[in-house]
């Protein structure tokens, strides 16, 4: 695995906001590297392991625990669509199957994706475009409300979505 | 610059009483701090360097500010249990972590005025010397954690923060923390264990306090964004004047956080108490959807019990002479305030306010907010993990139309059987949502679980067939004996 010098000062940075426990910048390390990698791989595991003086299993079950760190790659733009009861008043649960239709994905496997198994991230067959029915974004007064990369957006009606995917190319 | 001048993009109702929330929407401000400065930013934090810390806490007491949360914990209370001859670091945390679904407060003042919250939680840092201090911001938000962290390093040019900070002596440090998408982490011993760079574990009480026992086993002060930022406003305005806003023990302004069936959803800055239910929905909202009618609400996120328009409560109110009398009132008539949300068997808790009309479909609803907890319970305690998936599973089925005679009761017996009995609030605040809908659409539930409960299926073994004269024979045979 090649850590540039850049994504390295970037590292230390974060490890010496914690003083204290270089523990502490267990997850900090763990959103640097789905910055850099796009997702946790197994040898990044073990590497922010041996750097933080832990074993591996201290990183996986950070890795497993939280459900923003994925273990595989995401499509090259990743849309989080807002599940929770004022977005799904709104209309997230249709946002999302428009969401899936335009960017080529099944609607219906993502409709429950906490039970039952299954990835919770779908990716369209061009790779594109990924899928994930997250729960809350903490913007209940503007719903149904979507993630797409870092960039939030609100009151997302369906027929909006052929503006806002172009400009995602 | 005073505030007649101030415009809005997006302008407060006139019965709205802006604090926190000034600068959220005002045509011309950003983010940065020389707009932040030259509207007067950093004056309060100068002043506060000027007293002592204990003058600070004090203040914060008179003021009678409650956290702003979810449970409406006195904030001068909580930071009183640091002793001042503290031997052990003292840490203060920000808990940015709102998640809670139906809020959506923290998010404006990040976004739009985060010097607003880093000068308050400069001032609280000094209040009850903390020297480092962490800003636990959702994973959510990745936006809010580069805003902040630009403010952050305007703060140290300016040398607001840092080492001597504005020559007091005084040194302090602030690091943004992101988390990465767990409910859990609004917990605040949750937070902590987070930090710590574990999972977000909730920790066993006693210590109650992370005041205690908190941060790296050292004294710890976890606070909301929103009450941070009031501490700003106390100390400019002193403890006993900012009382006066709001009513005695509810006091200050509340940022309602409104969604849902009406008209006009959003934010609303307002004294705490000046407002029943009916002027926030009708006066702030513009009311229901056209042709639509109330059904419940949901008043303080959505893990608090919901109100089902028709009920009728019964407060005890204090009469002139000290008596007290019996009133009773409607849903429109609930002033909205912690002490009359707590009467009337729900709560404040993070003034996420949501509407449903009677449109509605209140299992529909349940199995929406059951399935959030599903997935945040931490799964550290058995009844609540187990619980809230079991909830979720029953409450799927009654919406597929597969519920059997019995289920509303099942519901709540699952229920009832979580609350109390885990580390953390979470047990209740997954239970509750249950309870109160059960017991307040009954009907809804009874009528869609109708379906005969299935006979019991025999089991493997019967309990005679275990014993060992009539022992099954072994399934794979009998072993052939060795040479």
């Keep these: 695995m090649e850590i540039p010098a850049d994504f390295q000062a970037q590292i230390d940075e974060a490890i010496s906001h914690y003083p204290v426990s270089k523990r502490s910048a267990a997850l900090p390390l763990l959103h640097l590297f789905q910055e850099h990698f796009g997702f946790i791989s197994d040898e990044s595991i073990h590497w922010i392991a041996a750097k933080l003086d832990l074993q591996p299993i201290h990183i996986l079950e950070l890795v497993t625990f939280y459900p923003m760190f994925r273990r595989e790659p995401a499509g090259r733009h990743h849309i989080r669509v807002c599940r929770t009861l004022s977005c799904a008043m709104a209309g997230s649960y249709e946002l999302k199957r428009a969401f899936c239709t335009s960017v080529g994905i099944d609607p219906h496997v993502v409709d429950h994706p906490h039970t039952g198994g299954g990835p919770h991230i779908h990716t369209s067959p061009d790779g594109k475009f990924s899928i994930e029915f997250v729960e809350c974004l903490a913007s209940c007064g503007s719903g149904p409300v979507c993630m797409i990369n870092d960039d939030f957006h609100e009151n997302v009606q369906p027929q909006r979505l052929p503006e806002l995917l172009g400009r995602y190319v | ?483």
């Design chain 2, 1 to 483: 610059m005073s505030d007649a001048v101030i415009t809005y993009s997006r302008p407060p109702h006139p019965r709205e009483r802006r604090l926190i929330f000034r600068n959220v929407d005002r045509i011309g401000w950003t983010n940065d701090i020389d707009c932040y400065l030259a509207d007067g930013g950093y004056v309060d934090l100068r002043k506060a360097i000027a007293m002592k810390p204990q003058e600070i806490v004090a203040e914060v007491k008179t003021s009678g500010l409650r956290g702003r949360g979810g449970a409406g914990f006195p904030c001068g209370v909580k930071w009183g249990f640091i002793k001042p001859d503290e031997k052990k670091p003292v840490y203060l945390i920000c808990n940015a972590d709102e998640s809670e679904p139906g809020t959506f407060k923290d998010r404006y003042i990040i976004h739009q005025d985060p010097h607003q919250l880093i000068e308050g939680m400069i001032i609280s840092c000094y209040a009850v010397n903390a020297r480092l201090a962490y800003l636990y911001i959702r994973g959510e938000f990745p936006e809010g954690a580069r805003i902040l962290e630009r403010a952050l390093a305007e703060a140290r040019q300016h040398g607001f923060l840092g080492k001597n900070i504005l020559g007091s002596g005084f040194d302090c440090e602030i690091h943004v923390h992101r988390g990465a998408g767990a409910y859990i982490c609004g917990e605040e011993t949750g937070l902590i264990e987070s930090l710590e760079g574990k999972r977000a574990y909730p920790r066993i009480k006693p210590p109650y306090f992370p005041a205690v026992l908190g941060l790296y086993q050292s004294p710890t002060i976890v606070n909301n964004v929103e009450t941070l930022c009031h501490v700003k406003h106390i100390v400019r305005m002193g403890g006993a004047e900012y009382a006066k806003i709001g009513k005695p023990n509810n006091t200050g302004t509340r940022i309602l956080c409104v969604s849902g069936d009406v008209q006009r959803p959003g934010y609303y800055e307002v004294e705490l108490g000046s407002l029943t239910m009916h002027e926030v929905l009708q006066d702030l909202c513009g009311g229901m959807k056209p042709g639509r009618t109330l059904k419940a609400i949901i008043p303080g996120g959505s893990s608090a019990k919901v109100l089902r328009a028709d009920e009728r409560y019964k407060l005890k109110e204090k009469q002139a002479d000290g008596t007290l009398a019996d009133r009773e009132i409607g849903i429109g008539d609930i002033v909205m305030d912690f002490d009359t949300l707590a009467a009337v068997g729900s709560m404040a808790g993070s003034g996420g306010v949501i509407v449903m009309d009677d449109s509605r479909d209140m299992v529909w609803t349940l199995n929406n907010i059951n399935e959030f907890y599903a997935h945040e319970s931490c799964g550290q305690c058995t009844p609540c993990r187990e619980g809230s998936l079991w909830m979720k599973k029953l409450t799927d089925r009654i919406l597929a139309g597969g519920g059997v005679d019995g289920d509303p009761d099942t519901l709540k017996n699952v229920a009832d059987n979580i609350a109390g009995k885990t580390i953390c609030a979470f047990g209740e605040a997954c239970s509750w949502p249950t309870q109160s809908f059960v017991l307040k659409f009954r009907d809804e539930f009874t009528a869609r679980s109708t379906k005969a409960i299935p006979a019991a299926t025999s089991p493997e073994y019967l309990a005679e067939s275990l014993v060992a004269d009539k022992a099954p024979e072994p399934r794979y045979g009998t072993p052939e004996p060795l040479p």
